[in-house]
């Protein structure tokens, strides 16, 4: 595999992350009572959105035309019981908390020491 290849590789790999990032903010957001915690993670779906456009935009640069990325198994797993929470009635500290064991780290707004 030549480096491009690998480059390829990792950027669509990214992008799946975003893409399950983007669809879990979404779904805890639409659960939250809080107007405010509701209002920044349906925010934060818009930046993933916008982070895996931008790489997306770099993959079609390059000449990779098919870049038609969705989630991981694991996200979609991950998705699953986050709505299991919210369907048990864990309520927001619940849902803020799968949130944050969620997010991979190193991403913005996610403390690289957090769980």
Same mark, same amino acid.
């Given at each position: ?16 992350v ?8 979404? *779904?805890?957001?639409? %659960?939250?009572?809080d ?7 349906l ?5 993933? *959105?916008?982070? +895996?456009?931008?790489l997306e935009?770099?993959?079609?640069r390059?000449?990779?035309h098919d870049?038609n990325?969705?989630?991981?198994? *694991?996200?979609?797993?991950?998705? *699953?019981?986050?709505?299991?929470? +919210?369907?048990? !009635?864990?309520?927001?500290h619940?849902?803020l ?5 969620? %997010?991979?780290?190193?991403m913005?707004g996610?403390?690289?020491?957090s !769980?």
């Amino acid at each position: 595999m030549s480096n491009n290849d690998n480059a390829v590789k990792v950027v669509r790999s990214v992008i799946q992350v975003l893409h399950d990032g983007q669809r879990g903010l979404a *779904a805890i957001g639409s %659960e939250l009572k809080d107007e405010s915690a509701k209002h920044f993670f349906l925010e934060e779906t818009q930046v993933r *959105a916008n982070y +895996a456009a931008e790489l997306e935009n770099e993959l079609h640069r390059l000449g990779i035309h098919d870049v038609n990325e969705g989630g991981t198994v *694991a996200g979609t797993v991950y998705r *699953a019981w986050e709505d299991l929470k +919210a369907k048990l !009635g864990g309520g927001d500290h619940t849902l803020l908390e799968t949130a944050e064991q969620g %997010e991979p780290p190193g991403m913005p707004g996610k403390s690289c020491t957090s !769980g």
